[in-house]
């Protein structure tokens, strides 16, 4: 922060239709002018889209989005069926987890084209430092760059913007070892700066007000000589997530049918509206007896449910599986075995 503790969040106006080979590094600099140019201590922060569209990551149509979202996902964390199709939220090529992977195909023309994030954000947002540094002259002030892009959040309604790629930035204040106001000591408070300017910044620019980068004036301490460790190192992984997959998709992938799997199809998957329990009992149904041939179910999510197979070990098993697929769905039903080969 300035001595005083201001803030200052300013919009760069006046960029132009972004394309691909426009020297963006140039606009932005010319931007900046307004506000006296980009300065010591500065941070700019410029949507993913500019980026994307500079960098020509476009995909004209005909273009299967579904594809596109599938070559840039690590790995689906959670999938639902929405009036518009499926939507997935995924660990994305790009680092974060977002829907979609970030294939974002708003303000992206008249066409129905769709943009891609690089798989790089980091390497991407050092080339972009790199090439306003050049364009800034002696003496080139020290400034740091941060590109942002749009999700949403566990537990929290509506979408933020967050960090994506990172240059010259201290991208977490760590204040573990210090102590708070009232002196007692900080073990766990590290803040996401990063994050909180992409936010910030996502205040005066945005997809409806078509100004897509920002400059922030007064956090001088946060500026770095060196490009620092990027926005990738901000994402968990590993040990360290602990919500690695939706609660439904982390038992469904414990009974064989993980998210954005063929398995995950067959059984049939949720939706976001509110579901009838006899659409979730037959998905639950479907999970249980997914590579278990020999066993039936029978019943109704009012009356109970039951379980037959012509052996006992094989009916008990679907049965135990049964009452967790159910659970899964949010539904209380009693399940029981009965004994011999008859119909369910």
Do not use: Y
């Amino acid at each position: 922060m300035t001595g005083d503790g201001a803030l200052q969040v300013l919009p760069l106006t006046g960029i132009p239709e972004v394309t691909a080979g426009l020297d963006l590094a140039g606009v932005l600099v010319s931007a900046a002018d307004r506000w006296g140019g980009v300065q010591d201590g500065d941070v700019v922060v410029v949507s993913s889209k500019l980026v994307s569209k500079a960098l020509g990551l476009r995909r004209e149509p005909p273009v299967d989005r579904d594809e596109v979202v599938r070559e840039h996902t690590v790995r689906v964390v959670a999938e639902r069926v929405t009036p518009a199709g499926l939507t997935q939220v995924v660990e994305s090529a790009a680092g974060p987890v977002l829907a979609a992977a970030g294939v974002d195909a708003s303000n992206t023309g008249a066409t129905d084209a769709v943009l891609v994030l690089p798989h790089d954000p980091d390497a991407a947002t050092r080339d972009l430092h790199q090439a306003m540094t050049r364009r800034l002259g002696d003496p080139r002030p020290r400034f740091g760059l941060l590109v942002t892009d749009t999700a949403g959040r566990p537990w929290r309604d509506g979408q933020t913007d967050l960090a994506l790629g990172a240059c010259g930035l201290a991208v977490l204040e760590d204040l573990r070892g210090g102590r708070d106001a009232d002196g007692r000591p900080l073990a766990v408070t590290s803040r996401a700066v990063a994050d909180e300017l992409a936010g910030a910044a996502d205040l005066v620019k945005g997809k409806a007000s078509g100004i897509g980068a920002a400059l922030v004036r007064g956090l001088d301490a946060l500026v770095l000589d060196d490009p620092g460790p990027g926005a990738r190192s901000l994402v968990r992984t590993g040990p360290g997530d602990w919500f690695a997959l939706g609660h439904r998709e982390a038992v469904r992938a414990a009974l064989g049918a993980p998210p954005g799997g063929p398995e995950a199809r067959q059984v049939g998957l949720p939706g976001v509206v509110p579901e009838p329990p006899e659409h979730r009992q037959a998905r639950a149904t479907a999970l249980a007896l997914l590579g278990h041939e020999g066993a039936r179910v029978g019943g109704s999510v009012a009356a109970g449910l039951h379980v037959r197979a012509p052996d006992p070990v094989l009916a008990g098993r679907v049965a135990a599986r049964l009452e967790v697929a159910l659970a899964a769905e949010d539904l209380q039903v009693e399940v029981k075995v009965l004994s011999g080969p008859g119909d369910a």
